[in-house]
């Protein structure tokens, strides 16, 4: 399978299965997409004439012809497709093993965000903590089902986390020693509004997460408009300084600030140069997820802006690094040269199966985006998984379980797309969220021109 685009004059050709990128020229970029439907005479002939005042001879491009055809013999251009027999397969060889958790240490908030998927932090029920006990439970949880795995990976999410600090500090704590007695490696996540941010929070923060995520939606009137307090007070000037404090003592790195833009601002790279302007550089602004009929939600129009806005985002990426002010887009990350093994490949994030939330009280689901629909319980951090109908369903979960993705050219990209999202736009955890998968292959488009645009300056 081949996808052929240009952006910014450049002839950019992916072939599928092989992982494999090539910049070309026109003639080439025309010779590939007539390669397979017509014979070389047709192509000589064809493309000859069309560049006949360009002074591109026959001879010319049978030459092309002919290199072509050698990659295509080297298994870099028109690759089959070998993974389609054993995507199943890959995914039960991990069957059992859990190697991270989303540990909702607190299901309130101190913010009232209008268009939050997780009803301003209560997931459609209680507001609750998680108290020291459960988490401990979770972490063993974690340690007795992650096989012979080395690095966990554990994410302290809400609601607003901060608001349980005490108990995430106890939880890093055991953590620690549970991690020296079992040969195991912790890697923390905080994910945070930044209210509660105080030196305290920034020391720990720098010393024990791996990663903080700080939610902030760019401009101040954009934030504002949705990121409020319950007195309906923007959060803007309060969280800002906090965040340049807190990514200042972490030496800019190991952060990423991460933004949402709705109806209310689909030219988001607005936002994008505003967080710039604040000095943060490792950035992430996603889609809203919420329902059509929200006066959040993208519209048609919307999505054509969002489009156009991915591409500005991406001539201002390269503008930044010429001027040797790079910044980091969490979208547009993608190696090239290597990138993820073909497991994740096909198989994608492992919700429900690798990856689990567990909410305040010790219930499991496949992921946070499932938490508070109780059909989605797998079983709870004492049992362990019982609804193994349930997770069976997750484990099937890999891009071949699309029979919508058969044709789509990222599909090695993107693994099937997000199950969460697939469910609330058609009800089923193998469907497709049509709006994000045009938005998905718009990104992969930019990410890999970005990257051939580093390889030619290379």
Sequence with gaps: MIHQFKQAGLAIVVDVFSGSIHLVDDVAYDLIALYESKTKDEIVTSLAEKYASEGVSSEEIAECYDEITYLKDEGKLFAPDTFSTIATSLKEKTSGVVKALCLHVAHTCNLNCSYCFASQGKYAGERAIMSEEVGKRALDFLIE????????????????????????????????EREKECGKNFRFTLTT????????VIDFANREMSNVVLSLDGRKEIHDRFRVDYAGKGSFDKIVPK?????????????YMRGTFTHANPDF???????LDLGFNELSMEPVVCAPDDPSALTDEDLQVVMAQYEELASLMLERRKAGKPFTFYHYMIDLSGGPCIFKRVSGCGSGTEYMAVTPWGDLYPCHQFVGDEKFKLGDIYNGVTNTALQGEFKKCNVYAHPECKDCWAKLYCSGGCAANAYHATGEITGIYESGCKLFRKRMECAIFLEAIKSLDE
């Design 145 to 176: 089902n992650s096989g012979t795995r080395h690095n966990l990976e554990v994410d302290f999410f809400g609601g607003e986390p901060l608001m349980n600090l005490d108990v995430v500090k106890n939880l890093v704590a055991y953590a620690r």
């Design 193 to 200: 509004n930044g209210v509660l941010i105080d030196d305290d």
């Design 243 to 255: 965040f340049q404090k807190l990514v200042e003592a972490r030496g800019g790195k190991d952060y």
């Design 269 to 275: 790279v607005n936002d994008i140069r505003t967080m």
